[in-house]
């Protein structure tokens, strides 16, 4: 994979990262207000930790193809 490409799945991650942060809170207040709150916490919870993994996983590639040119 280029870096460039790598630098962009990076960026991505982070994008969805702080976008399901900032959705959280605003589809509770505005579109989900008849869901039960545990169900949408934990909804929004999975996407978090998901987010959050996939983030780590493409620091750790680009770090590993910077290391090794």
Known sequence: MSP???RA???TAWI???GSL???PLCAFWL???E???VLGLSFLAIIIESA???TASQVHEDTANNNQ
């Open 16 to 18: 969805l990262l702080a």
């Open 9 to 11: 799945r990076t960026i």
């Open 32 to 34: 989900a207000r008849n």
């Open 36 to 38: 039960p709150p545990v």
């Open 4 to 6: 460039r490409m790598r």
């Open 22 to 24: 900032a959705g959280w």
């Open 53 to 55: 993994s996939l983030l």
